[in-house]
């Protein structure tokens, strides 16, 4: 009787190991680079508390597929996307392009990607002093000829008319940008400032003094965006993520983040 007692529990405990075992690993990459609110320190290391907003809106929504084993790994941008198409890596966050389109697997609906599965809205203004003698009209701006915008390494240069245009001076560090705005060394930098219909104001910004200038500069969707391999292996556990983003975007995790 206690030989068939130690079978079953054996039994039981070896059916729990292998349920365990048989979660599927989704290997995720991200930059290797601070980019708050997204991701936070640097190099190859995944903090442990705080590594950033996308990361835990992404570990909330992986918890609730439990079929699914999230794996983080951080390289420079481009070698995440260079990973992507080649299937070492399964999954990253990023906007829609048609170049990527080619190697990578988006929501779509119609023929295009789905706004409604996508993984963020957000929308990026301006950031400028309380004394700058130039405005923004939110086509352009007036009182000065040509804006000087830090941003970090790695950001598209912004897109301006022929009459009015925006000069890039890139930074190492959002941190940077915002200590050359405060000295006065450059005109204005960018921050989120609105995610969806919800306006934020970075503590950042308040505590230094700068003002925000709507309307927003531009907006972007971003895209839990899947390796190729990925999507053909693992195509309903793919769908389940995207579809829980119709109604998970991150929002109050975001907004935690940038009022810290």
Same mark, same amino acid.
């Given at each position: 009787? #206690?030989?068939?007692?130690? +079978? ?8 729990? *190991?292998?349920?365990?075992?048989? %979660? =599927? ?44 084993? #999230?794996?983080?790994?951080? +390289? ?8 992507? *198409?080649?299937?070492?890596?399964? %999954? =990253?966050?990023?906007?829609y392009s048609s170049e990527r389109a080619e190697f990578a697997v988006f929501p779509y609906r119609d023929g295009k990607p789905d706004p409604q599965r996508a993984f963020n809205?957000?929308?990026?203004c301006l950031v400028s002093r309380q004394d700058a003698p130039w405005q923004w009209t939110g086509t352009g701006f007036t009182g000065i000829e040509q804006l000087v915008v ?23 560090s959002s941190d940077m940008d915002l200590d050359l705005l405060e000295k006065g060394r450059i005109n204005a930098i960018t921050r989120l400032c609105q995610i969806g219909d ?63």
């Amino acid at each position: 009787m #206690l030989r068939i007692l130690l +079978l079953f529990i054996c039994a039981v405990a070896c059916s729990a *190991a292998s349920s365990v075992s048989a %979660a =599927v690993p989704l290997n995720f990459c991200f930059e290797d680079k601070e980019l708050a609110p997204y991701y936070y320190g640097n190099g190859a290391q995944v903090l442990p508390n705080k590594p950033g907003a996308t990361i835990e809106h992404l570990q909330q929504l992986v918890a609730a597929v439990p079929q699914l084993e #999230l794996k983080l790994q951080r +390289l420079p941008w481009k070698r995440c996307l260079a990973a992507l *198409a080649t299937g070492e890596i399964d %999954a =990253v966050v990023g906007s829609y392009s048609s170049e990527r389109a080619e190697f990578a697997v988006f929501p779509y609906r119609d023929g295009k990607p789905d706004p409604q599965r996508a993984f963020n809205l957000h929308h990026t203004c301006l950031v400028s002093r309380q004394d700058a003698p130039w405005q923004w009209t939110g086509t352009g701006f007036t009182g000065i000829e040509q804006l000087v915008v830090a941003r970090p390494l790695g950001y598209a240069p912004l897109k301006s008319n022929p009459q009015q245009k925006f000069s890039m001076h890139y930074t190492s560090s959002s941190d940077m940008d915002l200590d050359l705005l405060e000295k006065g060394r450059i005109n204005a930098i960018t921050r989120l400032c609105q995610i969806g219909d919800l306006k934020v104001s970075p503590a950042q910004i308040s505590l230094r003094g700068l003002k925000i200038l709507y309307p927003p500069l531009y907006d972007s969707r971003g895209y839990l965006i899947f390796s190729k391999n990925f999507y053909q292996r693992e195509q309903q556990l793919a769908e389940l993520l995207w579809q829980q983003q119709i109604n998970n975007k991150g929002t109050d995790i975001y907004r935690r983040y940038l009022e810290e």
